[in-house]
């Protein structure tokens, strides 16, 4: 074993520290070698950092997969719920405790294949709380089965002669279903995902964020991918910038993927305008 | 209007009513038939009181939007037919696990699969209790009239939050749909039942902590306590464990959860049962109609009785048990081929000749069919 000093005894100097947002009885934390989640996670708490958001106040809510064991890492209120179903969770949550700010970590397993008709009508009811979709093409936990985003001609467990099926943009899905924030950002980009991350929560109303993220020791060793440091390098291929977009346009990879914010709207918030619907019937029901 | 005053209502009325009367702050729902009035006078009534009421996508969504509300600290409802019920399990398991008072009422209809939308049956008496996988603590009721509708709904919303689990309200089609007079007297804040929070430090704070009472006070989201909520299999601190020795304790805790409560959890009504020859166990329409069998087989001299559970599961065993000791027979009416006639089975102890009457055809079962049931179990 390592000889690690302790978390609390290293030195501070001030900025972002994400040892403030872990639960350090946790760790060593069960992600493999690699995985991109971790790096997704510290983008996702150092959002939260700088938008100040209190712990006591956050309510972070995920799936089954190793997207789905992230949350249990943040010390936060968290929930660990069933597979496809913290979307649905959260909405109850929210609905109820409007004062919570409420982060789903989902998967592409657990967002758009079980949970997928949570995740279309989540984006059209627009209720304020944020998705960190993690992408990472593959069902990892399970062993490394075929995902809705796993590349095309892409060996899986269960696609051994590789993968045959188109994949899911879930940020078209996600606009086409009506959602008023999306973006995506790969996990090469770390202050980059922090700041979309900031802006999709400060966003008021349903946002949704995929992070490109790399699964190592199952998807990219069985598809020759390299190691990891490889694989996250990789994501440059693919990547097209938002800001770049018509100047960018050979895919380098069968799979590109724009980066930034991919659509704001501006649309109504659910519970606002339940609210104001009914807010004059409770106010009659009041003075009875 | 005055809540005294006797009113007709239907039973799917009255148990939207008494939910609002209980206190719930949040309905989420998916239209289904026989219990879609539940969900339509929810939408009406839960912003009088500044609840929330939505109709989710599914009836998956529906009810792991129920856990979430609970888990925020709602009372949280929902309600269904069998083939929502089925939808629902997965996240019903959740909430056992993760002890999320809830209230989820199945009016029962005809099955397997769609089978018949419009017509009542008992069919998912087995589903109620085994219906989501893994062992799990459940509580199931089921009320006979509308008026046991209306304070069956109060004492499931209160049963869920003082021993935060979910609670079955299993109403047939009939129960559902009639229409009776009911007095909707507003429960009393002890009838209504509290939820326990968790209070003190956060430091060293477990929120499934072992408790004497079996119940682990619960973690307001923004009370400080930042707990976990999981549905794998966890220790006291909240986080998975595998570990079989933490496993087999926190697991009899929860197993065992219910039992340290049936002082307030069993319910039933025995009638006629002391010098019962003959003892009909029935529920919900099927009751009624014993009632009515049981009157005219004393009528005609024949000693019946009829033994109703309200709380179906747990089963009340000993008052089962003491209502049939002196029974030569019992006849187990239930419109389904045969589930609540297995436990009387299990429980019949006494040599007594267990008959079961099955109707699985859409039709409820008169009580001619009782009398003559009661006739031939005493030749």
């Known amino acids: 074993m390592n000889e690690r000093p302790a978390p609390d005894s290293l030195p501070r100097d001030g900025s972002f520290e994400i040892r403030d947002w872990l639960r350090l009885e946790l760790m060593p934390h069960f992600m493999c070698p690699g995985c991109g989640h971790g790096i997704a996670l510290r983008a996702l708490l150092w959002a939260l950092d700088e938008l100040r958001v209190r712990k006591d106040d956050l309510a972070v809510v995920s799936g089954i997969g190793c997207s789905g064991r992230t949350a249990a890492y943040i010390d936060a209120n968290t929930f660990h719920v069933t597979h496809g179903r913290p979307l649905a969770f959260a909405t109850g949550l929210k609905l109820a405790r409007p004062d919570l700010t409420v982060v789903v970590i989902s998967g592409d397993g657990d967002s758009l294949a079980i949970g997928g008709n949570h995740f279309l009508h989540a984006c059209r009811r627009n209720l304020d709380m944020t998705l960190v979709l993690l992408n990472n093409e593959i069902y990892g936990m399970t062993g490394g089965q075929v995902s809705p985003t796993t590349s095309a001609a892409r060996f899986t467990t269960t696609t051994p002669f590789g993968n045959n099926e188109p994949v899911f943009d879930a940020c078209e899905v996600a606009k086409a279903a009506g959602a008023t924030f999306v973006g995506r950002e790969a996990t090469l980009q770390t202050p980059n995902l922090k700041e979309l991350l900031k802006e999709a929560i400060a966003h008021h109303g349903f946002s949704m964020v995929e992070v490109i993220s790399d ?10 991918l390299g190691n990891s440091p490889e694989m996250i390098l990789n994501q440059k291929q693919a990547m097209r910038p938002e800001a770049y ?3 960018v346009d050979t895919p380098f990879r069968p799979n590109p993927f724009h980066t930034g914010v991919l659509a704001k709207r501006d649309r109504p918030e659910y519970l606002d305008t339940y609210r104001a619907r009914t807010e004059a019937l409770r106010k009659r029901e009041e003075g009875k | 209007m005055n809540a005294q005053a006797p009113v007709n209502l239907q039973g799917n009325h009255a ?8 206190g719930c702050t949040f309905y989420a729902g998916y239209p289904i038939t026989p219990s879609s009035e539940i969900a339509e006078h929810m939408a009406r009534e839960l912003p009088k009181v500044g609840g929330v009421f939505i109709q989710m996508e599914d009836e998956i969504a529906s009810m792991a939007a129920v856990v979430g509300a609970s888990m925020g600290g709602a009372r949280a409802m929902t309600a269904t037919s069998g083939p929502g019920f089925s939808l629902k399990q997965e996240n019903l398991g959740l909430a056992a696990m993760m002890e999320a008072p809830c209230v989820v009422v199945n009016v029962m209809r005809g099955g397997p699969s769609t089978g018949m939308p419009t017509r ?3 069919g998912d008496l087995m589903q109620a209790r085994w219906g989501t996988h893994g062992d799990h603590p459940i509580i199931a009721i089921a009320p006979a009239s509308v008026q046991e509708v209306y304070a069956e709904t109060i004492r499931a919303f209160a049963l869920a939050e003082r ?7 299993l109403v047939d089609e009939v129960i559902g749909h009639m229409v009776e007079t009911v007095t909707l007297t507003p429960p009393t804040e002890e009838e209504k039942g509290a939820r326990k929070w968790a209070t003190g430090p956060r430091e060293g704070f477990k929120p499934y902590r072992i408790t004497e009472d079996g119940v682990p006070p619960m ?10 909520a999981t549905g794998l299999t966890h220790d006291e601190d909240g986080f998975p464990t595998q570990d079989p020795a933490r496993v087999s ?3 009899q805790r929860l197993l065992g959860k219910i039992d340290k409560h049936r002082a307030i959890v069993d319910r039933w009504e025995s009638l006629d049962c002391e010098d019962a020859e003959v003892v009909v166990v029935a529920i919900g329409i099927s009751a009624r109609a014993a009632r009515a069998a049981v009157r005219m087989a004393r009528a005609k001299g024949i000693a019946a009785g009829l033994f109703r559970p309200v709380t179906l599961w747990p089963f009340p065993e000993e008052a089962f048990r003491a209502a049939a000791r002196g029974a030569r027979a019992i006849v187990v009416p239930e419109m389904n081929a045969g589930q609540l006639v297995l436990e009387i089975q299990r429980l019949a102890h006494d040599g007594q000749r267990v008959m079961p009457l099955n109707h699985f055809d859409g039709e409820p079962i008169a009580p001619r069919e009782i009398l003559a049931s009661i006739e031939e179990a005493l030749t």
């Open chain 2, 163 to 169: 021993l935060r689990t979910p609670v079955v309200l």
């Open chain 2, 249 to 251: 304790v926190v697991m």
């Open chain 1, 215 to 224: 699964c190592t020791e199952i998807y990219g060793r069985k598809n020759d």
């Open chain 2, 219 to 228: 973690p307001r989201p923004g009370d400080g306590y930042r707990a976990h």
């Open chain 1, 245 to 247: 977009r018509n100047t």
């Open chain 2, 120 to 122: 009542p049956a008992q």
């Open chain 2, 15 to 22: 148990c939207a009513l008494g939910a609002i009367a209980a």
